[in-house]
T-cell receptor, first 109, second 115 residues
């Protein structure tokens, strides 16, 4: 089976930094993706990791440790518009992208 | 053009109806996907098409029937659905199913209500 776990909800303040964790146990691994999804909208791609380490992309960074089955998404200088669900997804084969449980982030003023 | 277009945006259908969801992309992607998403849950994979051939069916009931007429189009035919099938149906596409860094682009989804 595939287990991809994330905290259900997180809250943070505008301007702060938040770290959203993702742990996974999957039958295969071909990379880990982070998506953002606003309510009622399509998921949009944020970042991708396939090798261990940190990938930085503006206010967003993502880290991967394959030996620990662990990733996190770091959001800096939080803005109100960052309130959304954040989805960790593992590519378990060449074609199969499996989503984690998702984290709802609420940013308050 | 990095768009995946889905129609209709909303659909209400009875349990005896037959309807189809449509998805279109013009990015030259050769892998296309159907996902089902219930409220406050992550998307769940239903089907994957690779080079217009069905490559993954995640044990989806036969009342859902996918079709890929060509490399740009993906349909999902619906027949005799149940109220629990009400959900957001998302279509996605990606560049090369064998590639590593090939993020999936998602459409806005079709909000389906079965009455």
């Amino acid at each position: 089976g595939q287990n991809i776990d994330q905290p259900t909800e997180m809250t943070a303040t505008e301007g702060a930094i938040v770290q959203i964790n993702c742990t996974y146990q999957t039958s295969g691994f071909n990379g880990l993706f982070w998506y953002q999804q606003h309510a009622g909208e399509a998921p949009t791609f944020l970042s991708y990791n396939v090798l261990d380490g940190l990938e930085e992309k503006g206010r967003f960074s993502s880290f991967l440790s394959r030996s620990k089955g662990y990733s996190y998404l770091l959001l800096k200088e939080l803005q109100m518009k960052d309130s959304a669900s954040y989805l960790c997804a593992v590519k378990t084969g060449f074609q199969k992208l499996v989503f984690g449980t998702g984290t709802r982030l609420l940013v308050s003023p | 053009d990095t768009e995946v277009t889905q129609t209709p945006k909303h659909l209400v259908m009875g349990m005896t109806n037959k309807k189809s969801l449509k998805c279109e992309q013009h990015m030259g992607h050769r892998a296309m996907y159907w996902y089902k998403q219930k409220a406050k849950k992550p998307p769940e994979l239903m089907f994957v098409y690779s080079y217009e051939k069905l490559s993954i069916n995640e044990s989806v009931p036969s009342r859902f029937s996918p079709e890929c007429p060509n490399s740009s189009l993906l349909n999902l035919h619906l027949h005799a659905l149940q109220p629990e099938d009400s959900a957001l149906y998302l279509c996605a596409s990606s560049q090369d199913n064998k590639g590593m860094n090939t993020e999936a682009f998602f459409g806005q989804g079709t909000r389906l209500t079965v009455v």
